[in-house]
């Protein structure tokens, strides 16, 4: 078991190590810092000047590590718009994605493992196919269209909910719905297939040989087989989420962090883009790995080789 | 005599499928004695094992299941509900299926599984069950039985495994344990010692077995009954020794060709191969369903074929011959 979470620790230092180094390249990609910096209308001399100042003539690999080092002690340097700390600038947003992200998830967990379970007992049957039509919905429709349609109906026409904010839970309920619907047909198919497999299974057969009621059957012996492989698929979609809500915090106005990085890429804010596209991509690679060990965690072939 | 611990009549078994039936089991007769061990034995699809999870009801659903008489320790199986089913499984009769790689959860220990079978049923603590699952893992020759409690299926090899099935059907000492082809997924080198352990527990608790086995030489060497299944009906069944030493069936005849005799067959042998196939058992059957192979066949045997039951009720077969031959057709010399 240490074993392997130490491989996969390390797989995970690698490719945090090599987004940090796209992330940061970035910033030159994006064309002149300096000229961007300058503005308009800036004279060659100043451009000069503000390369000199923050350092861009220097070579990258040592502008690299030294972005590198800062950022790991969490200086993301200024935002070239607000003028404030990036790292502050983020951390304050963050607290909104997160609960958004846990909201979304959760959402996804309690409508899509009970739909799948059922699905998978009943197969072909009525709860089956609006099972089927729901993840074929969630996976046809775009999160930006599923939004406004919602705000279109719960907030202008039957005004029930609040189209936008973050004041109170209810601002939070459209955004959750969007945020978690998006999670939910992959969920849905997999906590299926993992139970029509796994009920048809030898040790499902022995287990109702020993006389163990259908309750027992589907939830002790069955369910906790196949909701491994779920445990671990939501916690990639957790990873996800965080980093992807940048439509949802947009559609719905919440001000979280990926309403942060719709604005800063508008206003050219580099700094800003640079360390959040980190950020969301820290949190996929953490989700990734924890699901990795969930994983192993769960299942007893992995955990005690 | 007592009441036999399992009684069997006429057991049909109809699986819908597509646009037609199919009847894969027509007509299943036997009784078995406390303690007994019967063989059921037949080619691969005649429905060995249907029958056998017909008895212990765990067909499903999608299988139709009929019986004149299906009456075990005094309970009418064919009225018992799903509740009554569940209390009777695994603590009157028990199983032990063929792949003991897969038979065994493998998100759960050892020791919680062998503790599920008696804690479903008996009102005993953890302390007492766990006490019972020792007791038992020693019995069934697992050594450092405390410690295999606390493995997982995955830790154990595929003879260990099938050692533990045999530990969890026994937990509460059944009436009945039903066997399909317990062996047939072991290494070679170890399949004799679980099936010694089988039959030796079995007679030693006085539990009543049906064997289902493609080996002729462990029947000859095991069983009281024989039944031999082919294409979903049971043609002939007796006392072992009157079906080792006179077959009346000429589906039996061809299985045991070479004839195994108990202490000389050697192990292994394999039911003998008769050439021709089995016919279609969807929609109406009629007549023997061997005719298409049987070296005796006439006209008649597309007609109606009668039981002949023996005398003392101990030897019968399905054939439309007196004797499972043609009148005057003398036996190769
Ligand atoms: N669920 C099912 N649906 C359709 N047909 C089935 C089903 N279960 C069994 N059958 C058919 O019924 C027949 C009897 O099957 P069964 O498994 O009882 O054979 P068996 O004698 O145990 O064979 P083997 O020696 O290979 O184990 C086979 O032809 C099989 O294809
Ligand atoms: S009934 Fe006819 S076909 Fe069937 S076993 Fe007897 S002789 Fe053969
Ligand atoms: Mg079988």
New binding site residues.
Partial sequence: MLNFILKRLGLAVLVALTVSAISFSLLFMAGDPAAALAGEQATDVDIEAIRRLYGFDRPMIVQYWEWLSRALQGDFGESYYFRLPVADLIMERLSITMTLGVCGISFALLTAVPLGVVAAIRPNSLIDRFALFLSVMGQAMPSFWFGLMMIVVFSIQLNWLPPSGTKTWVHFIMPTIVLGYYAMPAIMRLTRAGMLDVLGSDYIRTARAKGAGEGRVLFKHALRNAIIPVVSLAAVQMGFMLGGSIVVESIFALHGAGYLAWESIGRNDLPTVQALILVFSMFYIVFTFLSDVLNAWLDPRIRVA | MSEPVLSVRNLRLD?P?GAGT?H?VRGIDFDLDRGETLCIV?E????????SLAIMDLLGK??ERKADKLVFDGTDLTKAGARKMRALRGDRMAMIFQEPMTSLNPAYTIGDQLMEALLLHRKVGKAEARRRAVELLEKVGITGAERRLSQYPHQLSGGLRQRVMIAMALMCEPELIIAD?PTTALDVTIQAQILRLLVDLTREMNVAMILIT?DLGVVARVADKVAV?YA?ELVEAGTAKKVFDAPMHPYTRGLLRCIPVPGKTERGSELGSIPGIVPSLVGEVSGCVFRTRCEEATEACRGEIPFRESADGRHNFRCVHEAGRRAGVEEPA
């Fill in positions: 699986i499928i199919l894969a037949g691969s699809g005649s429905g060995k094992s249907l029958t999608r299988i082809e493609h299944m979903g």
